[in-house]
């Protein structure tokens, strides 16, 4: 069986796959975890005697804090791309979502970049930005810009990216080119 990740040319591969990974998220995902851990300590441990609304609205705070913390990072821990003959593929996290599929006809060119940062995009994550366009950031560094017939961009952390678009620009001259439908 082949390996077909970081593949150098994409005209001997079917498929180029790419990941992007940031530990300092799990770091954000621990403090929603204790949001959630001091909501149901507060639940459990104290006294309803002393005025259940106020008790209440605390408890449900801390756990409601703790689920957008922990599922807010856990779904940018990392980034995965897929690019295979038809289509580049973006999923983030561990279930996959937020997912964007675009297809190769969609896709005017593709650059490096050495320097993306989430300060630049507003944070990590699915971002979109009028005068930028859109992005998955999940931690600084290189990534790649595809600028999209419809004149967009879509830009993306990822490992190895000079790499990636090695293999996009190379998928792109087999694809017959043209602007969005």
């Not at 989430?118 to 600028?147: C, D, N």
């Amino acid at each position: 069986m082949r390996d077909h990740r970081h593949a150098e040319d994409a005209s001997h591969s079917d498929v180029w796959t790419g990941r992007a990974t940031n530990r300092v998220q799990w770091l954000l995902a621990l403090a929603g975890a204790a949001c959630m851990a001091l909501g149901i300590k507060l639940a459990v441990d104290s006294a309803w005697t002393s005025g259940g609304a106020p008790l209440l609205m605390s408890v449900v705070g801390c756990i409601a804090a703790g689920l957008l913390v922990l599922f807010g990072t856990l779904a940018f821990v990392h980034v995965d791309l897929k690019l295979d003959r038809e289509c580049l593929e973006v999923r983030c996290g561990h279930i996959g979502l937020p997912r964007r599929r675009i297809p190769l006809t969609d896709v005017a060119g593709a650059d490096f970049t050495a320097h993306v940062t989430p300060r630049h995009w507003g944070g990590w994550g699915y971002r979109w930005r009028p005068e930028k366009g859109t992005a998955v950031v999940v931690r600084r560094g290189e990534g790649i810009v595809l600028s999209l017939w419809d004149g967009h961009t879509f830009t993306i952390t990822v490992d190895n990216a000079e790499s990636a678009v090695r293999a996009i620009r190379s998928r792109l001259r087999s694809v017959r080119p043209g602007p969005a439908h």
